[in-house]
T-cell receptor
Framework: AQKITQTQPGMFVQEKEAVTLDCTYD???????LFWYKQPSSGEMIFLIY????DEQNATEGRYSLNFQKARKSANLVISASQLGDSAMYFC?????????????WGAGTKLIIKP | GAGVSQTPSNKVTEKGKYVELRCDPI?????LYWYRQSLGQGPEFLIY????????DSGLPNDRFFAVRPEGSVSTLKIQRTERGDSAVYLC???????????FGPGTRLTVL
């Protein structure tokens, strides 16, 4: 069975510092995708970044990068130069293969608070 | 272009009542997902549509829950005999055949009193 684990329920980070949000996963699939989503207090789920299991390079999107360590089954999100607007819940999710209809399996989330 | 829309944004109902939650996906997106997010938790998969048919309804918690997508676009999630435990945010997402990303709607917050 697929599983996502986020071990940090909450984090406080000083504005402008970098922050790493942890995510580990478990799957027996050879092909899978890993996602990070941001959910502000308003509730919408905002896509941040995607990493495919066969991608050789770590994904980057602006201030977001994904530290993908396949052998360790970890997919940590790194946010550089944090901003007050980064305060939100962050979810790591995994998409399985066609057999699982590409549904997303989600972690419990990490609540990130950026301090001014 | 418009994103995924969901109506109503909030729904308060009494235990035992019937509710319908609507999702309007991005035009042209063939795949549609429903998820349920309880307070303080990550979303949980409910049901997946590819076109008009429910390709995977394995996440529906029991037979009080049902969803349709009759024309392959708008979907309605239907909950019969609501219970207090059904209170959650119900999220809808759609995706095209060519994208990894699931695009989410703003959700419907259901409160069962």
């Amino acid at each position: 069975a697929q599983k996502i684990t986020q071990t940090q329920p909450g984090m406080f980070v000083q504005e402008k510092e970098a922050v790493t949000l942890d995510c580990t996963y478990d799957t027996s699939d050879q092909s899978y995708g890993l996602f990070w989503y941001k959910q502000p207090s308003s509730g919408e789920m905002i896509f941040l970044i995607y990493q495919g299991s066969y991608d050789e390079q770590n994904a980057t999107e602006g201030r977001y990068s994904l530290n993908f360590q396949k052998a360790r089954k970890s997919a940590n999100l790194v946010i550089s130069a944090s901003q007050l607007g980064d305060s939100a819940m962050y979810f790591c999710a995994m998409r399985g293969t066609l057999d699982s209809n590409y549904q997303l399996i989600w972690g419990a989330g990490t609540k990130l608070i950026i301090k001014p | 272009g418009a994103g995924v829309s969901q109506t109503p944004s909030n729904k308060v109902t009494e235990k035992g009542k019937y509710v319908e939650l609507r999702c309007d996906p991005i035009s042209g997106h063939t795949a549609l997902y429903w998820y349920r997010q309880s307070l303080g938790q990550g979303p949980e998969f409910l049901i997946y549509f590819q076109g008009t048919g429910a390709a995977d309804d394995s996440g529906l918690p029991n037979d009080r829950f049902f969803a349709v997508r009759p024309e392959g676009s708008v979907s309605t999630l239907k909950i019969q005999r609501t219970e207090r435990g059904d209170s959650a945010v119900y999220l809808c997402a759609s995706t095209s055949d060519f994208s990894h990303e699931q695009f989410f709607g703003p959700g419907t917050r259901l409160t069962v009193l």
